[in-house]
């Protein structure tokens, strides 16, 4: 199940990959998901003529079914409780408040011009949905910095805490592994397995693939630790023969850190609007224009003979729309609030379903890690305490800049049980850790605890049986469903984006169906 | 030496890393070069004021030493040949031409907005030394994408000539050689290298490094070839567990081109200024204003009693100025055809220094890479003909862009004997090995090829005896030189930088002793 792949990405140590077991084979071949474009949705043109339809939640999957569903000619009204369109799709930034259900609010009040995404903030090159809808309503984008070989890797148990910089651990450890492999060769442990031709190739291949020096022996190389860089006149490059041992390369367990840039949806190149994440939804909204109703709580779904009436409040009014078909893009821990009229299936799964509680802990700060780190952009990954530290990619060579000191999931050593300012200090001292002595230059933090926000009230779905999975991606009568969450691309915005396409197909289908 | 470092990043099929017979043994310990701001000049302040030095030559080197020379208040000037500064660091655009020593020129015509950096193109994060002169000029720099997990590894000879993209060659490579180690140490083969205790650690990191199954075998993974990407409803992901055999991989050849993206100064990040690498050569000559003597090519170079006499043409008239000491930035490819007072060692080294001939073919087309293959910046690397393939990393997502098809030395398979035509030809086909039909949407391409290029008759310098590298780094009584040929970082602006910044401190050095 995708359902647990973001959950994946979140914990340190498993093993990597799919299940093979899957459903579906079909095969694409080399040529990945294209971005031309947003491709048409599967559906005739002006099918959704004299067709009503109503989308409870204005993040990206709400946007993206009003999106399409008005190029099909539907008649579509997006209700959204917040003041801004985008659910977890949120760049904040000065005058901006972090609201959490019980009531605590957190005032963002960073200096002009800086912002974090506290939601969603990367886009892989192969999530081509979202990508072509950056493409077709020019949202501009710039790189995002998912990886960096001067960020660090770090545990407290091994080199007395000191961090490892990347560089190092990531050459070092395939220069071991090459070693021991060069040595087994020869040895002739793997005579059965490799033709003699090629055990002469391979060992050549390793040469290069270490690096290992002419007795086949890893001694580090300036891909891992140069002690003196190169420069004019006499001065050359010195590398750190001392390469960290395997041994403690295995104590350290830093493999998962190092191989997360490897994931599909972790590689490069990846990408972020330029301003924010949010110019995303921004860019919906503008084009869709009063089809969104902003500060629009929902509070009741009913069924009705010709379709659903949905009722809402807006500036203390209740008000009500009927429609012919419901698509309800928000997430369950808020649907299951709203008295809905579901069958009693679809209402086990909503009210069931586990949320997780990632949260991000930002704060501003002068660039120390550009100026004395060359940091630009990337992540280091700790192996206790809030993780990772995350260097921003926009703006290099700025002032100041947002720095995130954690972002997982709030169940992990407990952060949750603590109070804000406890928080603040564990997150800070991860920086020092790291950074020693720029603890200090960390100001104006704020936790955005998401299992806390109001009207989301947890990150992302957590695992989910199949046969709940199966419930939650059908109807239930002219209720559809949309979200990450009716994805396997969950916590991501491809997830969401598919699944406003794949509702608005499924509408169609029907409205289709019912015309012949 | 360092001299033969660009050339090895230009070549294929080497072992990495550096001789290990270093002069120098300075530790610098963890913490790398600094790029906090261009640290200032070991010379006292003022030291300067009442000397006269010349400048000849403004690319990098020579801008860089007027630039810190000014500061320590040397009356300084620059005499540069052409109309414009930076030397090769030319970001090439509509109107420019590229003008050879055969009187061959090539207009750039291509479209609004769009350029070429027809020399250095990439800015290292550990190349402190000029990025601490963007952060002090402020010139705004973005992320160089260098490498990209959708682009090729080809060869002729393999898999039909077909491209295999690079997450499958990177990712299949990794997980063979995890599944052969694994094999290796449960066999017992590593018994006497391995601890009980880390043999068993060995195999679980080795389980996520590759990663393997349970049965520690290797079946392809996420990070490698994926048939169908995860979306809404009951699209899950598939994975193609039909690997690339280690065998094709072996013959293929590909590893240099998998670990460049690991070599110190093509590791992650790297930058780029926004809007060209010629960015920073403008921003030292707006902050050097008449300094500089631009159309200004020097003729004669002439030791006298008190320093030296250079002679100059501008605009048809001979010139002459004298100075106390001169800091000659030109390459010696130039430096050979003037009449220079040279003692017969500089003379013998300058005449005799060899030089390489790369070139750049950059194309304009439609970015059928991004819209069809989610590429975004990066290379692809290919075994026969022009190569690599390299994509834009500035502005991603616009409708056009520069291409380049061939980044290499005019003597790999002899390539300079080709007519433009038959260097287009090959370069055009390039791109259709690996973008079947998009050959044909390549326009208006340009051969800037160094060795031919007026004002520079080659790229960088070539291999270089220890002894004459100790001689062109030594000054010729009043006589300095600077420029990347006099560091270990050839062919990149970082060695420039170092070299002018060096001149004026042995300059410096010596001012302050005969005051003394």
Redesign the interface.
Known sequence: ??IS?RDFLMRV??????S?A????????????????ATPIAAAAGVGKGTKLVVLGGGIAGLVTAYEARKLGYDVTVLEARHRPGGRNWSAKNGDVVEFIDGTKQNVTWSEGLYQNMGPARLP??H??I?GY??ELKV????Q?N????SFLQNDAVNGG?PY?Q?QA??D?RGH??E??S???K?G??DQ???VE?RQ??IA?????G?L?RTNVY?????A???????????????D?ETVP??TL?DANF??GM?YE???DW???M?EPVGGMAQIPYAFAKSLGPIVVYDAPVTEIAKTPKGVKVTYTKAGATKTIEADYAVCAMPLTILRKIKADLDADHKRVVDTAVYRGSYKIPWESKRFW?????????LSFMAQGPNPVWYP?CN??AERGIIVSGYQDDSYENFAALTLEEKFAKSRAQVEKLHPGHGKDLEKPVFCGWRQVKWNEGSWIGGIPQKDYNIL?SPDGPIYF?GDH????VGWQ??AA??G??AIEMISDKVKAAKA
Chains 1, 2 share one sequence.
């Open positions: 199940m995708g792949r140590g498993q093993a990597g990959g799919y093979a899957f459903t579906t084979m079909q095969s694409l071949g080399l040529m990945p998901m294209k971005a031309s474009a090159s192969v081509g949905t990508l950056c493409r501009p984008l710039e790189v910095v990886t960096s070989r001067s000191k910089v560089r990531v050459n450890t592994v090459s021991l492999l040595k087994a060769i040895g442990a793997l397995d490799i033709t090629d190739r391979m291949f390793l040469r290069i693939y690096p020096d001694k580090g190389s300036d891909r630790l140069i002690k003196q860089y190169p420069g004019a006149g006499s001065q050359e490059m010195i590398i023969a395997m041994h295995l493999w998962t191989l490897e994931a599909w590689q490069a190149t990408m550009e100026t004395d780190y060359n940091i630009y952009g990337g990619s290099l060579m991606t949309a009716t994805s396997h691309v491809e997830g598919t699944s396409r794949r």
